[in-house]
Each structure stands twice: as C-alpha cells, then as structure tokens.
Nanobody
C-alpha cells in the first residue's frame, strides 16, 4: 500500500500563486509516474499535470505556462507550482501516484486539497 499526503492548498486572490506538495509513503514500492488532477464542483476530475519516472512532463492545455510539476525522488514527493491563478482554477486538487509493488502496478490517490481562487 502507498499513502499520499497532500498539502499547500488554500485561498488566494486571482493572479496569486500556490505550491502544492504530495508525499508518498509505504513499504517496498517504487514510483512510476506522479501527477495532479483536479475536480471542480459539478465537473469531472481532470488532469492538471503528470511527471514520469524520467521526468518527462505533460500539462493540461488550460494550465500550460502557469503550472510547473516537479518531483524529488529521494523524498517521494511531487510538487505543483501554480502562478497567475484564475478563479476557474478553483477545485479540489488530487495527487496521483502510479506505483509498482511486487508485480503489481497500481494507481493511488490522495485525499485532495482545496484550492480557491477569488476574483
């Protein structure tokens, strides 16, 4: 099992910035990809950004240029630096990790952290 703990959400004014963090813990696992998704009220969960084991990155079109995803493999941590935030970025942000435990490769989700951007 892998446990994910997110932090860094909060209330910010439009144009502001936030940095989200997600720490993965557990035993006998290795991490493949790490990523962030978000879900706004009444909407489906959507991808924000993913970083692969080789540090390749993918960003949603809606956040490209305003968001940077990075990871610290030694700390099993993934970060999401967000700048120039807009009210439409308001959502619960979820950390996602794809981890290998033995022969199994499974996705794990954090509990979510609220990001609210006021206009």
């Amino acid at each position: 099992q892998v446990q994910l703990v997110e932090s860094g959400g909060g209330l910010v004014q439009a144009g502001g910035s936030l940095r989200l963090s997600c720490v993965a813990s557990g035993s006998a696992f290795s991490i493949n990809s790490m990523g962030w998704y978000r879900q706004a009220p009444g909407k489906q969960r959507e991808l924000v950004a993913i970083i692969g084991s080789g540090s390749s990155t993918t960003y949603a079109k809606s956040v490209k240029g305003r968001v940077t995803i990075s990871r610290d493999n030694a700390k099993n941590t993934v970060y999401l630096q967000m700048i120039s935030l807009k009210p439409e970025d308001t959502a619960v942000y979820y950390c996602n990790v794809v981890a290998k435990i033995g022969f199994a490769v499974l996705p794990y989700w954090g509990q979510g952290t609220q990001v609210t951007v006021s206009s």
